[in-house]
């Protein structure tokens, strides 16, 4: 594995390991997950030297954050625990999102529980809030740190005027979005911004929730219930169009003996040293696939291939419906 800095004296792997499809999630979001295999894919990970590993109170709820602590139970000096709050919730869902600095506090003191941790290495504002000023979060958030139950502060699809106030208040260490060669709006006004700043870059969704893996080659493949069926990129009048992606980089994985995935994640890793995406996995063998593009080295050709066949703005559909789309760059 190889190293990054997201920031000054925050050096991570290359690549993270996204832990949401493990538990908690259900059928419906990328297919059934076992827990045990959760763990053991947790566990391998961290042998393999990576470092950074995310979870977020919503997923499950509550119990991926268990999960991931009990993965790593014995092995925490190893690895950089990121965990994200900011949602409301009951027996049925989600229901709203909500940071107020009374939940900022909740949800921390819920994570480290959940964790077994004593601190969170990088706690996330996982969507802004619009009925919150985003320095009271903030400021909230900051009174973590000056307590020691949080290292480092983080933003998830935060726009680029949030992003300015939220630095203004306290240092922020990492900016998390959707990231890939079928998604490239970050390019346009966030990076700049956090490269302004000094602030590092976690793409999730790297892989274009599964479909730049080359392994769903039509809707059929997709599990009955899954809620892929509806993204936008997934329909039936897209998914062709979006195939033409994964064409290209499957030409160029099997010129250097590699995978789709692994094309796709070397992409953009070379889009600047200060971006770490965090690939999802639930199994050993999809993890071990997308930890191996760390090592691959994609040319100049490739590149151009590449920028030719996803352009930014040239995938066909919006990347989330409309509900989920009007929670992010607030």
Same mark, same amino acid.
């Given at each position: ?65 268990? +999960?991931?602590? /009990?993965? #790593?139970? $014995?092995?925490?000096?190893? !690895? ?5 709050? =900011? @949602? ?92 890939? +060669?079928?998604? /490239?709006? #970050?390019? $346009?006004?966030?990076?700049? !911004? ?5 602030? =590092? @870059? ?111 703005? =040239? ?16």
């Amino acid at each position: 594995m190889k190293y990054r800095s997201l920031g000054p004296e925050f050096e991570v792997s290359a690549l993270g390991l996204g832990c949401m499809p493990m538990a908690g999630i259900g059928r419906g979001m990328y297919g059934e997950a076992n827990v045990d295999e959760g763990i053991a894919t947790i566990q391998r990970a961290i042998d393999l030297g990576v470092t950074l590993f995310d979870t977020a109170e919503i997923y499950g709820p509550l119990v991926n954050e268990e +999960l991931l602590g /009990r993965a #790593v139970r $014995g092995r925490r000096d190893r !690895v950089v625990i990121a965990t994200k709050f =900011g @949602f409301r919730y009951d027996e049925n869902g989600m229901t709203g999102v909500d940071s107020t600095p009374d939940n900022v506090r909740r949800a921390c003191e819920g994570s480290l529980r959940r964790l077994g941790v004593e601190t969170i290495d990088l706690f996330y504002q996982h969507r802004v809030d619009p009925n919150v000023p985003i320095e009271d979060t903030v400021g909230a958030m900051a009174r973590l740190v000056e307590e020691g139950k949080v290292r480092r502060l983080g933003l998830s699809e935060a726009g680029a005027d949030t992003i300015r106030r939220a630095a203004a208040v306290h240092p922020i260490a990492a900016v998390q979005s959707e990231y890939s +060669l079928w998604e /490239r709006d #970050v390019e $346009g006004d966030i990076l700049p !911004v956090l490269r302004e700043l000094g602030i =590092g @870059f976690v793409p999730y969704s790297p892989l274009g929730r599964g479909f730049l893996t080359g392994q769903i080659k039509t809707r059929d493949d997709l599990p009955e219930g899954d809620y892929r069926r509806n993204d936008p990129r997934y329909s039936e009048e897209n998914f062709g169009q979006n195939l033409k992606i994964v064409d290209v980089a499957r030409s160029i994985a099997d010129a250097h003996g590699a995978s789709p995935a692994q094309v796709a994640l070397a992409w953009l890793l070379a889009q600047g040293n200060d971006i770490v995406p965090i690939p999802g996995a639930k199994q050993r063998r999809t993890m071990e696939d997308s930890m191996a593009a760390a090592e691959l080295t994609l040319s100049a050709e490739d590149l151009r291939r590449l920028e030719e066949a996803a352009p930014r703005g =040239g995938t066909a559909g919006p990347r989330y419906g409309e509900k989920a789309l009007s929670m992010t760059r607030l």
